[in-house]
């Protein structure tokens, strides 16, 4: 295949659904293509780069461990430095897309584009939406207008900032959104095009995580017992998805100082879709009063990213200052 582009993108595969088909035997969607076969689907991509195939998995993404995540980022690293590479895309699997492309945006500093990507439907499906994807992914990483935009999600031909992006669907082609603030751009005949720029991003420089870490949703009349059998089974962190504006029912609150005074820090997200933490109420339980014990707040985060960046965080120190300033630095820090 004659190459028509100076361009060159390295695709790491890492398996999900769009290197699935249907196995008749059990008709369930398994993972079978390769990284040749997913290749040959995106017809004319040597138009617009030279493609390099690495293969780091062929997995369904709830099987990547965030072990794996860390793995998977010293690859991009090398990758990405590398003189000759335009760009990066990783394809994944949607269930855990989110999280590993926060991870990637945590810890790689570059000016070169990171993009992850998906599917939605297996190819065994009508409509597979596997190869568009990754064929807008390729067109967004060898943009020059995707450089220094930290790592970027494509899917469905819009272009979201992995660190804002979460999955709201579990079917529709259209599934990653940005619910707070909207996606960056769209790729469009082939082309990215950018509407708007992340104001400030965040950098933990490991190569380690801290995997014990539990994420809680709270709801009414909940009390200690799963924060003590967290402290009793040597969590070293727990994210709470409190409710509102970043409230807990006060039986919750004995299990909050136990965790706390034992350095296991509390970090408040909000279960609401949208819509940051903070401390407007001054009730036994309300924010103003979990702030006051340290409970760390985390903004607009939703729990699972939260709970990847703590787990950051903690391989990296269990100060907890330090960790509250990589949560709270800009949202909290005139209060």
Known sequence: MKILSSNKVAVIFTGGTISMKIDPR????????????????VTNIEKFAEIENINFSNLPSPHITPEMMMDLTKLVKETIERDDITGVVVTHGTDTLEETAYILDLTIKSKKPIVVVGA?????????????????????????????????????NEVNAASEITKINTLTLDTFKSPEFGPLGIVDNDEVIFYRDIVSRDFIDTETIETKVALLKSGPGMNSDIIEFCIESGYKGIVIEALGRGNLP????????????????????????????LDTYGY????KHLRKIGVIFA?????????????????ISNNMDTIRNLFEKDEYNSL
Not at 299 to 312: D, E, S
């Open 284 to 287: 036994e339980g309300g924010g």
């Open 299 to 315: 903004g607009n985060l939703p729990g699972q990213k939260a709970r990847i960046k703590l787990m950051l965080a903690l391989s």
């Open 250 to 277: 006060p039986e919750m609150i004995y299990g909050i100082k136990k965790s706390i005074e034992k350095n296991i820090p509390i970090v408040l997200v909000s279960r609401c879709p949208t819509g940051r933490v």
């Open 120 to 156: 939605m439907r297996n190819s065994s499906e009508l409509g597979y939406d596997g190869s568009s994807n990754l064929a807008a992914a390729i067109c967004t990483a060898i943009s020059e207008k995707s450089k220094n935009k930290g790592v970027l999600v494509v899917m469905n």
């Open 26 to 41: 059990i008709h369930a969607a398994i993972p079978a293509l390769s990284s040749e076969e997913i290749m040959a689907m």
